[in-house]
């Protein structure tokens, strides 16, 4: 059967809190995992755990969606803690905080995502076969995800893949070992290794795209689980970022032709702010909910009750986003009418706060977080409340685009004007900076969404909006690489 989302859904439950210990340690303990292998529920709660830790504050559920990923894509102010990371200011003792703690926490996932693929085979007894191979591509995907996602944020933009420098470990055991970070090519050989491993699992089994006669998943809830459709759209995105234009292609318009999903209509963005669906849930491939994400906005932004804001009223900086205005040529000249005005992205996720500030989060006291992913029980169901969007339609639909610009650039514009039009966005003729669209609408689109910097650093784009008074913002290639932390600059298998 198919599904029209797919949501990672990370419930705190009575089976979590028995794993709770397993979580907390590092990849350098040992661990008793008697109870954890003797049977196939236990291998379920470690999955589980894997999927609960990706959705940790440090990770999807804070820095990686909507915290340092979007200051330093330029797309907001936080609190103070952040404002080095906005600055590119790598170097504080802050942002090397915040970055240490994102690579370290990766790591932590992977290992524990490890431990299911070092230890399942020696237990198939214990599995009915179509769960051993849903169970290992869950896996295979998540391993893979995850160092993809190390490798744009701390290596070098891919350009042609040739550059030998070492880049990232790509670990695949769980065990006492300093894996030698890889040359490029390297990383991204493994990421599809992995990638291909879940896709053939997962064509046999996936209940969404077959039968599937387990007992540990339930064929109903595929939209919780990392399934085949999230497999191809992550394969997308790999592709388009090695600049592999008819793969990127291939496995886009496979997830837009094939995964059961729909546009966001009218009627869900109708009611009270938190009554719409904000997210356009219909639309995502795939997602986290994180159960703990209001408490993640309080204790990161509390006590900076005006700082998380988009511009000041002076600067426009969501109005020129958004193009209800278009940034005049020279920073000192006033902007001029656009054509986004009516734009359901503008409208419903851009609000005017008590200071005149055109904001992401309507925030007068600590009970209001960032309104996009704070919808009430409204048009989104409870397991889609608090979700944070992971892969969405549109990007992929983008990645279409990108892929057909110099092959069929009509199709590359249809894809555009598409999205578009359903967003209630006038038309013009893009023809003449078909890539230049492209990047606007998919800052649009994924906006707080932890892409816009991936994006930004795979075209190595060195002028980008931003929220000061000039309008734009020059990068350097630099800008665009976190820095390795201290502990695995002086220990780690960095080859000379």
Sequence with gaps: MKNKIFVLIIVISQSFF??????????????????????????????????????????????????????????????????????????????????????????????????????????????????????????????????????????????????????????????????????????????????????????????????????????????????????????????????????????????????????????????????????????LVAALNVSNLDDYYSSNFGEYEYQYHTATSSDNYADIVFEKLVAPAVWYQDPTPGLGGNDWRYLNLMKTNQLGQRSVSIKYDQDVPIQKYFSDLGWVTFMQHRTVPLIRITELMLIAAEATIESDVDKAIGYVNTIKERRDVELSDITGDVLGAIVKEFRKETYLEGQTFYMYKRLQLLNIPTMGTKWTRTVTPENYIFPLPDNELEFGNIPN
């Design 18 to 283: 028995a794993c709770s210990d397993w979580l907390d340690v590092s990849p350098a303990t040992d661990i008793d995992l008697k109870v954890q292998v003797t049977s196939a529920d236990g291998f379920k709660e470690m999955l589980n755990g894997v999927y609960l830790s990706m959705a940790g504050q440090s990770l999807y559920g804070h820095q990686l969606m909507y915290g340092a990923l979007e200051q330093a894509a330029q797309s907001h102010i936080g609190s103070a803690t952040y404002f080095p990371i906005a600055d590119f200011n790598y170097e504080s003792s802050a942002a090397r905080s915040t970055i240490s703690s994102i690579w370290s926490n990766l790591y932590k996932t992977v290992a524990n995502d490890n431990l299911i693929l070092d230890n399942i085979d020696a237990k198939a007894e214990l599995f009915h076969q179509d769960d051993l191979k849903l169970m290992k591509a869950e896996a295979f995907a998540i391993r893979a995800f995850i160092h993809f996602d190390l490798l744009r944020m701390f290596g070098d933009a891919y350009v042609d893949g040739t550059n030998e420098d070492p880049q990232i470990p790509y670990v695949t055991k769980y065990e006492r070992a300093r894996y030698p970070h890889l040359p490029i090519a390297g990383v991204y050989e493994k990421i599809l290794e992995d990638l291909d491993a879940a896709q053939v699992l997962l064509e046999e089994v996936d209940p969404i795209v077959g039968s599937y006669a387990g007992i540990l998943f339930d064929p109903n809830e595929r939209m919780y689980h990392m399934n085949y459709y999230a497999v191809l759209a992550l394969k997308a995105r790999v592709y388009i970022t090695m600049n592999d234009k008819p793969n990127a292609l291939l496995y886009a318009e496979k997830v837009i032709n094939e995964f059961d999903w729909e546009w966001v209509s009218p009627e869900r963005l109708n009611g009270s702010d938190d009554q719409k669906d904000l997210l356009f849930v219909n639309e």
